[in-house]
């Protein structure tokens, strides 16, 4: 049977069947309250276990299971979308999308999996929390501020993101400073640092890896910085810190 004749066939034996998706608004209305930070809305889904309940739901797989993995996906990445809408750092949402659906992929049951789509919920709904007690950011340094998620990895100079942004380096490096509250150069510092913590904490890299990693000049100039802005060599953070919360949750900083 062709796609065409299938489909019309579906649709056909389905005509006199109740609608069998939630209706749009309440849809919608969950991923607002999450774009919104909205915890206390969201925490009321998901005590009610929206997620499972079978009424409302669309068969997008005859395995049940199979069928809960897939509205998995689709709730993760339209919270992401609406996360971004609302101001989150694209690459941020999109890690920590691929890292629920990951770590979806590994459950054997329903429950396990609807318990991970309550933990993913209330992290993105925490995130957008903290996100609307800032100041809305301008779209210029909302995209310097993607930019230099996604390649923190590299080096970055004001030259670099000047050029991206189409503005010139006093302008950016003015403009940045009144809205985030502290220079390029500080927050780039910042997120590299965030980046090593959870290097040494969640990764077995050398010292030296991650500091080659992070575009640092050397393991000593990454160490010495690393000191200065955490109280610990990075040594004595490992040995602190190696794994503790390895099975809580996230640190996708």
């Known amino acids: 049977m062709g796609l065409d004749r299938e489909w019309n066939h ?11 998706h939630r209706p749009l608004e309440e849809e919608l209305s969950f991923y607002n309250a999450v774009k919104e930070g909205n915890l206390i809305y969201v ?3 998901c005590i009610r276990q929206v997620f499972l ?3 409302g739901m669309g068969l997008l797989s005859d395995n049940s299971l199979q ?10 990445a339209m919270i992401t979308r609406y996360c971004i809408d609302g101001g989150m750092e694209a690459e941020k949402a999109y890690c920590l999308s691929d890292f629920y659906i990951q770590k979806m ?7 396990g999996i609807a318990d991970l789509h309550q933990s993913m919920c209330y992290d993105f709904t925490g ?3 903290l996100l609307q007690r800032h100041n809305i950011f301008s779209k210029h340094i909302v995209r310097c501020i993607d930019y230099i998620y996604s390649n923190i990895h590299s080096r970055i100079t004001l030259k670099d993101l000047a050029g991206y942004l189409g503005l010139s380096e006093c302008y950016l490096s003015k403009l940045f400073l009144e809205e985030v509250g502290i220079s390029i150069h500080e927050y780039i510092r910042e997120k590299k640092m965030e980046k090593a913590k959870n290097l040494l904490k969640y990764s077995d890299y ?3 890896d991650i500091a080659n990693y992070l575009s640092y000049s050397s393991q000593s100039h990454f160490t010495q910085i690393f000191e200065k802005e955490v109280g610990l060599s990075p040594k004595k953070y490992r040995d602190k810190y190696y794994r503790k919360s390895w099975s809580g949750g996230t640190d996708p900083s």
């Open 10 to 20: 579906l649709e056909f034996t389905r005509h006199e069947i109740p609608a069998a």
């Open 43 to 45: 925490a009321e889904n």
């Open 53 to 55: 309940q079978s009424e």
């Open 67 to 76: 069928n809960i993995r897939y509205h998995f996906v689709v709730t993760a």
């Open 105 to 111: 992929d590994k459950c054997q049951s329903r429950d």
């Open 127 to 129: 995130k957008m929390q």
């Open 206 to 208: 050398y010292i030296a």
